[in-house]
């Protein structure tokens, strides 16, 4: 993420050409998934879905947060790990 606004802003901060894809929707694979056990893990995709066809991979772009830490957390590239048994988003 970093890279990608510092970038940005070398460039001068230009806007998207007025015709440029835009993001039409995001997935999240696997989109529901269970963690049995404490160390367990997954590793999240995202995907973008744009107006000219393209699907991009934007998992290092995604932010992550876990509805309960005790249970689950979530690293900033999108690894989910248990912690104790119990329900998180």
Not at 26 to 39: F, W
Not at 55 to 66: G, I, M, Q, V
């Amino acid at each position: 993420s970093y890279q990608v606004l510092r970038d940005w802003i070398a460039q001068g901060c230009k806007l998207d050409e007025a015709d440029a894809a835009q993001c039409l929707r995001i997935e999240v694979y696997p989109p529901q998934r269970e963690l049995h056990r404490p160390a367990d893990a997954q590793q999240l995709l995202v995907l973008g879905h744009f107006s000219d066809g393209s699907t991009r991979d934007l998992t290092k772009l995604a932010d992550y947060l876990s509805s309960d830490d005790a249970v689950a957390v979530v690293d900033a590239d999108g690894l989910v790990s248990s912690r104790d048994r119990g329900e998180t988003t």
